[in-house]
């Protein structure tokens, strides 16, 4: 067995990285899901409050266990956001079981991908610039 991570999962790895390089600028939440003692599945997620949207920036779990993943979504928004009106899920980064996973649950719209960002000493900025699509 392959014991070398794949280029997809490094990728994910720097993209957490990066998300946590930002926490001087959003307030982030984490939340996981233990089975037996074991880490089965992880949830990174911040507030929107203008729209009063819960942002999941990432979401990873154990595919085998079913209904992890919407469990997932479901306790970081009681526990953490229950006064949220929606939940952003994010990009799905052209993964198509990503992209059905995200359409069951029958969006109300899709936003447009955009990029912002503002360089400062090597940091990179978030901005609240999410347009409609």
Request: hydrophobic share 40%; proline share 4%.
């Amino acid at each position: 067995m392959n014991r070398e991570p794949s280029r997809a999962l490094e990728a994910e790895h720097k993209g957490i990285l990066d998300l946590f390089a930002l926490n001087q600028f959003m307030e982030f939440r984490i939340g996981g899901v233990f089975v037996d003692g074991v880490l089965e599945g992880f949830s990174i997620c911040s507030w929107l409050i203008s729209h009063q949207v819960v942002q999941v920036h990432v979401e990873k779990a154990n595919a085998d266990i079913r209904g992890l993943y919407p469990y997932l979504v479901m306790k970081m928004q009681a526990e953490f956001y229950p006064t949220a009106s929606l939940v952003n899920r994010e990009d799905d980064v052209g993964v198509e079981a990503l992209r059905r996973s995200k359409q069951s649950y029958h969006p109300d719209e899709y936003w447009e991908k955009a990029y912002c960002k503002e360089q400062l000493d090597a940091v990179i900025r978030p901005c609240d610039a999410a347009s409609k699509a």
